[in-house]
C-alpha cells in the first residue's frame, strides 16, 4: 500500500527502506534538500498518496511534531489517518487527535523500539488509536515488525501507544544502569582478571542475558576498557516523563528515577548539592575542603 | 571422566543429570536417605572415585558448605580437586583454598547460573582458581555449559567465579526491579488497557528484550494481574554481598541498593521508619495518623 | 493595620488570631457557617475592608485557591493586593499574576511554615512578587514571622516563594526519613536498649540536633515504641512537585525522591512491582512464592 | 577526677581543655612529641595516674585505636577503664572488651558528637558498657556534656555507644544531603533570585530548622556561590557501616545509601559505570559518545 513518510532520518529513513523492501509504495519527505526524499514540500506529499491517505511522522517530539501535525490537519481529509511514529509524550496525543478528529482524520501513536537495528531487525511497534484506524494501517505496521507473534501490540486508545513506549524507555535506563554498576564493580575489584570474559560468559546460559547485554560486549571488544569515551550521558525526555507519570500515579520507582539521576550527575562539570555537603563538613568538623583554584585538599581557615 | 556431586537438590540434581547425559561417570550423594543418593557418605563418595578425583559441592552456603570442604579435607589426597558450586561469598573461597593447599588439594569456586531451565539449557558458569586446576575439570565445565561459545569464564584466581557470580545476582536484582516498575506503572495507567500485550510486544525488535521479560510474559499468561501471588520477595544473600562489595569499593550502586531494600519493605508488615514519619507529621502538622487499632484515619488527640 | 482572610482552618485561623494578637484588624472568611468567620461571603470581606484592600487567600491548594483568585479578581480594585498563603504550585502564581495584573491588583505568593507551633512561634514567610507589593504588607509579614533576623525572605519575583516553599518541604521530607531510617536501624539492632534514650541524647550537642528531632522526642515520650501507628504517610503534593522540578532543571535529587516513594509504599496494600518480581523469580528459579489465599510460602506447581 | 587522654589532636586536645576547664586533672599523652602532651608515652601516662585509673582513647579508628587498647592491657590493672571515644565500628568494641575483661579492666565505648564546636558547647555522648563502669567514670561525662538534661545516653552494653554514634552519623548523612539537593535545586531555578536569604529565612519557625542548616547560612555568608570549593566529599567509614548494618538488619536504607553513593560519585574523576551507559546507547542507536581525547561529542564510527 501507499504510505507518506515525514521525516527521513536515521529512524524514518531505515523505516521507508524497510518498508519499500517489503513491496510498499513510500513518498518520502524531509525538510532538508539533502535528504532522499521525494517530495519537496507537505503539499507535494499528500497530493502524490492515493486517499484514504495513510501518513506516518517521524520528526522529533514536541515542537516539530506538533507543528507537523498540525499543518497536516488542513491538507488531509476525512478518513485519512496521521500516525506520529517519534517519541511524543503520550499527553501530545490526546491534543493532536482532538485537533483532527473534527475533519474526520484519524490519528494513532506508535512507539517505536528498535535503534539502527531496526531495519534489519524490525521494529517493535506500540500503538495506541482506534481498532478502525490501526486496522487501516495493519500493512504497514505488520512490515515494519519483526517477524514472529511479538513484536506489535495495540495497547490501546489514543496515547497508550507511546505510553507504553515510555515505560519501555524508563525500564531500559533502570537495566543499562543495572549492567553499568555491576560493570563497575566487577572492574573495581582486584580479584575478577578478566571482566571483559566475564560479561561474555553472561550472554548463554544466565539469568541476565539479554540484547542489551550482547552490546555490552559488542561494546567491549571494541575498547575492552571502555577508555576511549568519557561517562557524559544525555537523556531523551521519555526517562524524565517516566519518573513523572510514576508521581502521577503514586508509583514508586526507585530504580528508574535512579537511573535518571546518574545520568543527570554524568552531565554535571561539579555538583552544587556536593559542594554543599563539603561546605557543611567544613563548617562542623573542621573537615578539609578542595579548593577550586588548587584542586587539592587544603586546611581549613 | 569421574566426578562425585555431594548435594543433590534442584540444582545440584540436575546437574548430575546433565552430565551423566553427557556421559561423565557421577557418584551422587545427599544427607538425605531419601534423595536420589548413589552412596550414603563422603567416605563412600571418595572411596568411589578414581584418584585425582573431582568432587564439586553443591549445598548451601555458609556453614554446609564450610563443613563439608573441611571434611573433604580429610579425604582427599594430593592431586584432587574440590569445587564450590555453590553461592558462597567469595571471601569463604580464600579460607577455603588455603585450608586445602598444604594437602596439595586443589580448589575451585564456581558460579552457576540457569535455575531449573539449566538441565535443558546448560548452565552458565564463572570459575576461580588456578589453571592447572581449571584444566582438570575443564571436561566438566564443558559438559555442563550451555553450547556455543559463550557460558563459561575463567574468571581470575580463587573467588573470581563467586565474585562474578555475586556481581551476576546483583545485576538481576536491579534488572528485575526494572522490569516491576515499568510494570507496576503500565497497571496502573488507565489509558494502557492490555497490559500483558504491550509486554509480550517488547519480546522481540526492542532494547529491552531478554530472557527475564520472556520469563515475565510466561507469568502473565499463567495469571495475568498476578492476582495468585502476593509481592513478597525473599533474598539469597548475593544481593545484600553485592551492596557490601559496593561499599568496600567505593563503587556507587543506588539501583542495586534499591532493588535490594524493596524486598527488605516487601517483606515487612509495618514500616517502622514510616511509623517514624507518620509520627514527626503528626506533631509538626496536626496531621491524622492511622491507629493501629481501628487502621483508619483519625483526627489528632 | 486592615487585611482580609479567606480560610479559617488550622493555619488561616491561627494566623487570624496571631494577626490580632500584635494590633491588626482581620476581617475573616470562610465558607463554613461553623468557622469563627466576621463576614458570611467575599464580597462583604471586601466591602469591610478599607482600599487599598489586602487580602490572605489560606485555602486549599489547587481549584479552591484559583477559584477564590478568580472571584477575588471581579471584586477588587486597582491597588488592592491579593497573597496567596496556601500551598499552591508556584505555577499557579504566574496564572493567578498575570489574571489580576489587567486590574491593577498586585500579587504575592507566600510559603508558609510552621503548622500548628507557628500561632506561638511565629510562622516563617518565603515571599514572591514585586518589592512594591512586599512593601504594602510588610506589616503583616512583620506579625507573623517568628521573632529575630530570620523567618522571613523575598525570595524574587512572583512564584518564587511557593518555589522555596516547595523546596523547604522536599528537604523536609528527606529530613525526616533520615531520622526515620536511623529510628528502624537503632529498633532493629539488640546491642542498643534504650532507642529514645538515644534519640533524646542527639538534641544537644550534636550535629544532628534539630527542631524535627525535637519532635520525634516528644512522639517517643508519648509511645516509646510507636505502637499506636501505622506506617501510613500521606504526602501533600510539594514533595511530588519538588522531585519534578528536579527533574525540570536537571538536579539529581536522590535523597528526596527516595523519601517520597518510600510514601508511596507506605500506602499500599501489596506492590504490583514485587509481585513481578516474586513471580519472575519463581519462574526462573522455582523460588516459592506466597500466595494469597494462604498468606504463606508454598511449592511452586 | 584523674584521667588519662591518649590523642590530643583536634577532638583529643579540645576534649581535655574542656575537662581541665571543668576542674578535672588530665594526663595527655600523643604520639607526637610536637603535641601539648603531657607525658612521652603510656608507661608514663598510667603511672601517672592513681588507681582505679580512667584512661580515655581518642586516636583514629582501626588499627591505631587496637594497638592502643592492645597496650593498655598489658600495662593496666583490675579495677581500671579503658574508654574508646574514637569513631570505632561497635563490633571493634567486642573484641576490646573482651581483650581486657580477664585482667578484671573495665571497658567503655563513647560515641562523641560536637566537631570543632564541642569544646565551647559541649559534646554529645552516646555510652555502651555495664553500668558499674559507667558509674566510674560519669563525672567525665558529666563535664563534656552539653547544660541541660539531653546530651548523655548509657545506650545499652559494651557497643551500644559506638552502634548509635554510628547511626547518628548515618543520620547526618542523609539530613546533609536533603539540605545539599534543595539548595542546588533552588540555585537551579531562575525565579528564586535570593538563594542564601531563602536559606537563612529557614532558620526560624520552619520544620527544618536545624543547626546544619545554621551551619549552612555561615557557609553561604562566606561565599555564596559556594565558588570556592569543589564538590569533592569524604567519607569516613560510619556511613558505609551504617549501610551494612541495615542490610545486616535487613533495614530499608535508600535515603542513607543514597547519599553515601553520593559521597563515592563526588570523589571519581569519571565513572566507569556512566562510560558503559555511554557505550551502550552508542551501541543500540548509534547516539554520540563524548570522545576522551576530544573531550566533545562526535558521531559513532
Not at 153 to 175: D, L, R, W
Not at 219 to 238: F, K, R
Amino acid at each position: 500500500m501507499d504510505i507518506g513518510i515525514i521525516g527521513l532520518g536515521k529512524m524514518g529513513g531505515n523505516m521507508a527502506e524497510r518498508l519499500r523492501r517489503a513491496g510498499h509504495t513510500v513518498v518520502g519527505f524531509d525538510r532538508s534538500p539533502d535528504s532522499a526524499r521525494d517530495v519537496d514540500s507537505l503539499e507535494a506529499l499528500v497530493e502524490r498518496l492515493p486517499a484514504p491517505r495513510l501518513v506516518w511522522v517521524m520528526v522529533p517530539a514536541g515542537g516539530p511534531t506538533q507543528e507537523t501535525v498540525k499543518q497536516l490537519g488542513g491538507l488531509l481529509s476525512e478518513g485519512d489517518v496521521v500516525i506520529d511514529g517519534g517519541n511524543s509524550r503520550y499527553t501530545d496525543d490526546l491534543v493532536h487527535s482532538e485537533m483532527l478528529a473534527p475533519k474526520g482524520i484519524g490519528y494513532l501513536d506508535a512507539g517505536v523500539s528498535g535503534g539502527v537495528w531496526g531495519l534489519q531487525n524490525g521494529y517493535a511497534l506500540m500503538v495506541g488509536g482506534s481498532a478502525e484506524d490501526v486496522a487501516k494501517a495493519q500493512p504497514i505496521f505488520d512490515a515494519l515488525k519483526p517477524e514472529g507473534d511479538s513484536g506489535f501490540v495495540h495497547a490501546g486508545p489514543v496515547g497508550a501507544g507511546h505510553f507504553a513506549k515510555m515505560v519501555h524507555n524508563g525500564i531500559e535506563y533502570g537495566m543499562m544502569q543495572a549492567y553499568a554498576e555491576g560493570y563497575e564493580l566487577l572492574s573495581a575489584s582486584p580479584v575478577v582478571e578478566d571482566v571483559p570474559g566475564v560479561i561474555k560468559s553472561w550472554t548463554q546460559g544466565t539469568v541476565i542475558r539479554s540484547w542489551l547485554l550482547d552490546l555490552l560486549v559488542l561494546a567491549l571488544e571494541q575498547d575492552p576498557e571502555l577508555a576511549d569515551i568519557t561517562g557524559y550521558v544525555d537523556d531523551s525526555g521519555e526517562g524524565r516523563w517516566t519518573v513523572e507519570e510514576a508521581i502521577n500515579h503514586r508509583v514508586p520507582a526507585p530504580v528508574i528515577s535512579a537511573a535518571l539521576f546518574a545520568r543527570f550527575v554524568s552531565r554535571q562539570e561539579d555538583s552544587p548539592a556536593m559542594k554543599a555537603v563539603a561546605a557543611l563538613r567544613n563548617q562542623f568538623g573542621g573537615h578539609a575542603v578542595h579548593a577550586v583554584a588548587k584542586g587539592e585538599a587544603e586546611a581549613p581557615a
